[in-house]
């Protein structure tokens, strides 16, 4: 009786590290593009802050998946006054499963957090 309740602690630990993860990096990937005054600077930002979510905690940087939209719909994303949202999606292996015939990818959880944030109004302005 110990043993499935050990190994069901530490399966949801990991998804909830991972669920945390996923959060940040969409938080704080919307920031990042927000605060950037133009496009060059936002996908600079980008790339770090994923980098430094994926490395803080332990997500498989092949599974990370980024989705980008922009409020209202239609417009150019991002654009000055416009909302961002950032989605971030990825997949946590459950532990102890062999990677035999494909079975870690059928045992694993995906995990999505979807973060909006204002862009600024100064946004691509010299």
Not at 11 to 34: K, P, T
């Amino acid at each position: 009786m110990l043993v499935p309740l050990v190994y069901l602690v530490v399966a949801l630990g990991q998804i909830q590290g991972q669920a945390l993860g996923a959060e940040a990096g969409a938080r704080h990937v919307a920031r990042a593009i927000a605060s950037a005054p133009d496009a060059a600077a936002a996908t600079a930002r980008t790339d770090a802050v994923l980098r430094s979510v994926v490395g803080e905690y332990g997500i498989d940087p092949d599974e990370v998946r980024l989705s980008l939209s922009c409020r209202p719909a239609g417009s150019v994303c991002p654009e000055a006054g416009s909302t961002v949202v950032v989605t971030v999606s990825t997949r946590v292996a459950l532990p102890l499963i062999p990677s035999v015939l494909g079975l870690e990818s059928l045992a694993s959880v995906p995990v999505e957090a979807s973060a909006a944030q204002k862009v600024s109004r100064f946004w691509g302005s010299e």
